[in-house]
């Protein structure tokens, strides 16, 4: 199945092939002050259908483009590469439209001491 999704004012939207079960709840630097919920996917079954210019923060290792929307702040998604050196994407799952969040499976990650 095709997910659609966007950040809050609509300048990014995605579409993402595939289905979403599990999602991550992970306690890095970022992720616990931001406080999505992920999905990661292969970096050609999310394309990027929005009109906007994403704006992009990097930290640590900067391995990870962490794309979020410069007008409404939203972070939708993110693009980088895995630690076997394929690049894959990351979807903020609370931007996915109409999922139901409470039927998740979430599973914690100690991305804090990574
Ligand atoms: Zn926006």
Do not use: W
């Not at 595939?18 to 970096?43: H, K, P, Q, T």
């Not at 439209?97 to 100690?110: E, F, H, P, S, T």
């Amino acid at each position: 199945m095709t997910h659609t999704g966007r950040c809050h004012c609509g300048s990014l939207a995605f579409e993402l092939d595939g289905e979403i079960a599990e999602v991550y709840d992970c306690n890095c630097s970022m992720c616990r002050r931001r406080g999505g919920m992920l999905a990661f996917a292969a970096a050609d079954a999310l394309r990027e259908t929005g009109s906007g210019t994403p704006q992009t923060y990097r930290f640590n290792t900067h391995n990870i483009a962490h794309h979020f929307c410069g007008t409404c702040g939203i972070a939708p998604y993110s693009r980088g590469v895995g630690p076997d050196g394929v690049e894959m994407a990351c979807i903020n799952v609370r931007c996915v439209d109409g999922i139901d969040l409470a039927a998740l499976k979430i599973v914690q990650i100690n991305g804090a001491s990574l």
